[in-house]
């Protein structure tokens, strides 16, 4: 076992953690003992977040020494993971034996228990977030107890378990939904005005089985990014002038200035699935590594009125954005989901690594955003007040209920989570 003094900072920088201790351990046991003699514990998964969801005044612990665990049930169509691996690790594993998971992240760098935590998503209209894929979890619990939670097993209490803020224990393995290996093309179109990403939206987040647009908002225009799924899509671009924009001839990063080639392959190549789906590779720094975000989910039908705000907006944030990115996703119903009940458009920031800079804009983007119905992501920055954003949660008083039952002395309770829950 590792243990570490503090202090541990979040990937961004912008956050160190107030834990006392860091621990590391190699046994199921030995992170059993340390949650049992805790007075406050919280698990940290690659520390991906831009806030304080994973902070503790604790201790924290990494999951990531556990031995490792990938066990593919091909009749069930189901992996098992250990909860610190990474997306891309689980991928290759996963690919090589001709198995595939439903969507990924914009990189694979982030661990799979952390991100399933804060509700993490990609793209595509059909697509859930990835805790969608969650059938099965285990969990050390507030005394070192061994609990598992199951979809089949637990149906009435397991869709408020995964998208859990890391409130409900500490999570060692989880099983997800596999399906047989596929291809994925990827094109880029640059100069897409955005009056016809606006106007002919469902056509542009149709277009492929992932679509993303990136914009500054102040310029009128946007690049529509397709990531077409050869068996369900076709293998070709839609055309070169699609949209009136241009096909892009050569490999593009969304932030101006950064190396192409940090980028997934593009150009119409297909490959792999883990290999498209995300816009980053893993091996190379994903989006910029000097940065800050936040991200606001809408209901779909919102898209065109939240367009028009930030649009008017856009020329008043130019100077602390470095790229803002627009994904749907489906309907779920995982309680604490940002996309629970309802089809949603969400809209991204990538904001310069200047947080007092930052945050007077974000809140004026978020005063325009939030009466239109929006829910921040859990694992980035906001200027709205935890009564706010509980009150978007219809389920919120049931998670409350189920925090209570798992975690009655609220040992891995943080500030994140008791302002949220109101305690
Ligand atoms: C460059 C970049 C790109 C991003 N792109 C996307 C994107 O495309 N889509 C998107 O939705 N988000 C995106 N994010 C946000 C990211 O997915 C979330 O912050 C996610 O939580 C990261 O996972 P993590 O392992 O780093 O979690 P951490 O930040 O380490 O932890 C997040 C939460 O999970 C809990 N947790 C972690 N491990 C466990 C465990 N074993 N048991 C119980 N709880 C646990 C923690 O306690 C905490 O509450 C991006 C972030 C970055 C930095």
Known sequence: MLTTGAPAHNWAGNVTFGAARVH???ALDEL???VAGAARVRALGTGHSFNRVADTDGDLVRVDGLPRRVEIDAERSAVTVGAGLRYAEVAAELHAAGFALANLASLPHISVAGSVATGTHGSGDGRRGLASAVSALELVG????LVTLSRDA???RFPGAVVSLGALGVVTALTLDVEPAFEVAQWVYNGVPLDTVAERFDEVTGAAY???TFTDWHGGLGTVWL???TDVDGTGPPGPGWLGGTAADALWHPIPGMPAEF????LGVPGPWHERLPHFRPGFTPSRGEELQSELFLPRAAAPAAFAALREVGAAFAPVLQVSEIRTIAADEQWLSPAYGRDTVAVHFTWIKDTEAVLPVLAAVEERLLPLGARPHWGKLTTAAPATVAARYERLPDFRDLVRELDPAGRFRNDFAAGLLGD
Do not use: L, Y
């Open 24 to 26: 590391r351990p190699a």
């Open 32 to 34: 059993r003992k340390i």
């Open 142 to 145: 507030p005394e070192g107890d």
């Open 154 to 156: 637990d149906p009435g």
């Open 210 to 212: 992932s679509v993303s």
């Open 227 to 229: 990531k077409r799924r």
């Open 263 to 266: 980028c997934t392959e593009q």
